[in-house]
């Protein structure tokens, strides 16, 4: 029950999981060397909410990164797609999730405190929205949109119908 809980998985996965842990009594030991090396090494970056390794953020202290050009996604997973593209040279924030009133996620539960310290240092210059094109994916953007009005800044967003890596490689050679 605990995996199930833990893990967010269904029942039929944690039974596997644990029947699998059961017979390899070995995998529990490879399970909490992972476990103590994402523990000791890896934290979320106080600025952008990525993940830092060893307390050092790739993008917030990176002099060879655009610190004008945000990307706002929704987890650090998105930041992997985005990076594999090779195309922008920005700085990102991860908002921990995605606007989603049913299930009691809104604005406050995610990290726009810390967006707005951000953008009241005003260095940056285009905010560029990469969230899913989910309905909370877009009930974040539209937030979003309305949040960032008030500070002179460029906000464009990941276009929908196209793959979005492929619109966001076009947007930055413009």
């Given at each position: ?24 009594p070995?995998?529990?030991q490879?399970l ?15 600025i952008?909410s990525t ?8 993008f ?8 004008t050009?945000l ?12 990076e594999?593209t ?6 990102y924030?991860v908002l921990k999730?995605?606007?989603n009133?049913?299930?009691g996620?809104t ?9 707005e ?6 260095i ?5 929205i990469a ?7 877009e ?12 500070f002179?800044?460029k ?7 196209i793959?979005?890596?492929?619109f966001?490689?076009?947007l930055l050679?413009?």
């Open positions: 029950m605990e995996l199930k809980t833990i893990l967010g998985v269904g029942k039929k996965t944690a039974e596997r999981i644990f029947n699998k842990l059961i017979i390899k070995s995998l529990l490879t909490e060397h992972v476990f103590n090396e994402i523990k000791n090494n890896y934290h979320q970056c106080p952008c993940l830092m390794q060893n307390n050092v953020c790739l917030c202290h990176n002099d060879l990164r655009d610190q050009k990307c706002v996604v929704s987890n650090f997973f998105d930041i992997i797609k985005i594999a090779k195309v922008f040279n920005g700085v924030h999730g995605e606007i009133v049913k299930n996620i604005p406050d539960k995610l990290t726009f405190p810390a967006l310290s951000r953008m009241n240092d005003k940056i210059k285009e905010v560029i969230v899913g094109a989910t309905f909370e994916g009930v974040t953007a539209q937030y979003l949109k309305t949040f960032l009005q008030s002179d800044i906000i464009s967003r990941l276009a929908q119908g793959t979005n890596w492929w966001f490689r076009l050679m413009r």
